[in-house]
């Protein structure tokens, strides 16, 4: 059973349509990442998940629970963060964390420190927050998100102000709550992050829901489809004059033969290369990013 269901839900403000028939899911632990242009509705969609925003229609349960009708008991196992998470500057990390736990039942000291651990916060968490960084502030805001430990994480641009340390942290972070059961709704404007984070995407698009596939399915081709290979040897000449003489266009680039073909000539190629003595290094081929799908379903020309 889903974590997290979003069933059909729709927004409007005045006469703009900012949401339309947006539907997906969350289950236990998969990190999804929700990725869509500048103003695609991301952080209108997250806002209404957590009932921040009314939903003019369609439903939203979380753990089986109608976000609409028992928004207490939706919310009771759910952490976040919405846009740059807010905190009392005058007041010190720890200071911050225990006002915040006081919104649950039974959170221990012991619960806060490990969340202070998990986001390496352990030498600065007695430090008034007006002197953290706004990356500090970003590990601050996902310590009080797992403070009660939820199942269902939902993370609206989690790695601003991080450094690539902090961001490759937070990635092993998630994916480790994802290994526990916990669901994980994320969004980002770092697609190569994305790549490496998450297991399934959705992408949204002036409101709607364009594509939801998985991170395999991205990279799958089918075995008819033209690639990009490149193929290292040790005799470049010798390989060039075989492709040659089968009639092969190709081209030498930085050592590497370059040349477009299917998977079953390519494996024909290498099998030739070595039959005649040719050692093969390495083949490879470009395979689709989270990049192009992303631009292939936003019908875009550049990342906004």
Do not use: W
């Amino acid at each position: 059973m889903p974590i997290l269901e979003v069933k059909s839900i729709n927004k409007k403000f005045g006469n703009k349509h900012v949401l339309k028939n947006v539907s997906f899911e969350v289950n236990p632990g998969e990190v999804v990442g929700f990725l869509g242009p500048n103003g695609a509705g991301k952080t209108t969609a997250i806002k209404m998940i957590l009932g921040l925003l009314s939903i003019d229609s369609g439903d939203v349960h979380i753990n089986g629970f109608d976000v609409k009708t028992d928004c207490e008991k939706a919310l009771e196992k759910v952490g976040g963060i919405i846009e740059s998470p807010e905190m009392y500057i005058y007041l010190t990390g720890m200071t911050n964390l225990k006002l915040f736990s006081r919104m649950y039942n039974g959170i221990t000291q012991e619960q806060i420190d490990k969340a202070v651990r998990v986001v390496k916060l352990e030498n600065r968490i007695n430090d008034k927050v007006k002197k953290y960084s706004l990356g500090m502030r970003q590990r601050l805001g996902v310590a009080q998100a797992i403070l009660h430990n939820p199942n269902l994480l939902i993370l609206d641009e989690p790695t601003n102000g991080l450094d690539p340390v902090g961001i490759k942290e937070l990635r092993d972070n998630l994916r480790e709550y994802a290994k526990n059961g916990v669901g994980v709704l994320v969004s980002s404007h770092l697609l190569a992050e994305m790549e490496l984070m998450c297991d399934r995407v959705v992408i949204i698009e002036n409101g709607k829901v364009t594509t939801t596939m998985s991170m395999d399915a991205i990279g799958e081709v089918s075995s008819e489809q033209l690639l990009h290979y490149y193929f290292e040897t040790d005799k470049y000449e010798a390989a060039a004059e075989l492709l040659k003489n089968k009639e092969i266009v190709f081209e030498l680039k930085d050592n590497y033969i370059s040349l477009n073909a299917n998977k079953q000539t390519a494996s024909e190629l290498a099998e030739m290369f070595i039959q005649n003595g040719i050692a093969l290094y390495s083949m490879l081929y470009d395979q689709k990013t989270l990049e192009q799908a992303f631009l292939e379903a936003t019908h875009a020309e550049s990342i906004q």
